[in-house]
């Protein structure tokens, strides 16, 4: 089956523009909850989506996917990188955590090679490492150099458990159709997430619980767009456009809670700009446009 690699990048795009409204609905929300009881009912809407509109026969092809267990070494290294990343949030300052955390993209670049075999020539890794001068730029850490310590290893892990669970997902979309590894995914999360409850759940009005279920949605429209983008593209062209969620962090943190950007927010955002150009043109240029996945 054909599918476009500009596809791919557009649906990719817009997954990591929709994790950015998850995140920044997260960030108004943990201020008064647990962490768990959010990603709890966030899980609970997922499946429950999934479960509405592909029905009973959507379980039966979830028990016998090829991907099952696949899915399963996933989600247990996504929940190891979000435990990882909210820990190391306790400690570090944003600029910091942000820049650490984005090393993922160079990560997968790097997993793509020997896990999927891709080839990644040298423009794409050219744009990584523009993107993550960018990232570095915007958040103003060249000037303040960071120490080892354990927060800074925890983002550190963080980065790569999100990185080596983006290349296996790219394994899954190849063998499965999208709805499927949905429904196995929050499947999964939810009794992840579930085992917790009884020891961190509190009540909450009406309205965090809508809050909560909107969380959900976004992730259940940003989860679809992702998955089928990486169904189209390689590893290595995707990428640097993990990097644009950082543009639109700043961009909410704005609009949400009046956090004035600087002029290195702008010069970041353009080098992260010009990192995605770099893969557009290239691919134009290259006649790559349609690729057989």
């Known amino acids: 089956m054909h599918k476009t690699v500009s596809s791919g990048i557009l649906l990719t795009s817009f997954a990591y523009f929709l994790f950015s409204l998850q995140d920044a609905s997260v960030k108004w929300l943990v201020v008064a909850l647990p962490v768990w009881q959010i990603l709890f009912v966030r899980s609970v809407t997922i499946f429950g989506l999934s479960l509405a509109i592909g029905g009973r026969k959507i379980i039966r092809d979830a028990r016998t996917s090829p991907v099952l267990k696949p899915l399963f070494l996933r989600n ?3 929940l190891a990188a ?3 990343y909210y820990t190391a949030a306790r400690d570090l300052g944003l600029a910091e955590l942000t820049t650490l955390y984005y090393a993922s993209p160079v990560v997968m670049t790097i997993l793509s ?8 020539p040298g423009y794409r890794w050219f744009a990584v490492v523009i993107g993550f001068i960018g990232v570095v730029v915007a958040c103003g850490i060249a000037a303040k150099g960071l120490t080892l ?3 800074v290893y925890l983002a550190l892990q963080a980065a790569i458990f999100w990185a080596v669970a983006t290349v296996l997902l790219r ?3 190849l063998h499965e159709r999208t709805q499927v590894q949905m429904t196995i995914s929050s499947g999964f999360f939810l009794l992840f997430t579930a085992s917790a409850i009884p020891f961190v759940w509190q009540p909450v009005s009406a309205i965090d619980l809508l809050l909560m279920a909107g969380t959900g949605i976004l992730a259940g429209i940003g989860q679809f767009a992702l998955f089928e983008g990486m169904r189209r593209a390689p590893v290595s062209v995707l990428a640097p456009f993990e990097y644009t969620s950082l543009v639109w962090a700043f961009a909410l943190g704005y609009l949400i809670w009046s956090d004035v950007p ?3 927010v702008f010069a970041g955002a353009a080098l992260i700009f010009s990192a995605g150009m770099i893969i557009i043109a290239r691919e134009r240029l290259g006649g790559r446009f349609r690729v057989r996945v």
């Open 262 to 264: 600087g002029s290195n």
């Open 82 to 84: 979000w435990l990882s």
């Open 149 to 151: 310590s354990l927060p």
């Open 113 to 120: 090679v020997p896990v999927l075999g891709e080839k990644v």
């Open 171 to 173: 394994k899954t979309a």
């Open 76 to 78: 247990l290294l996504l």
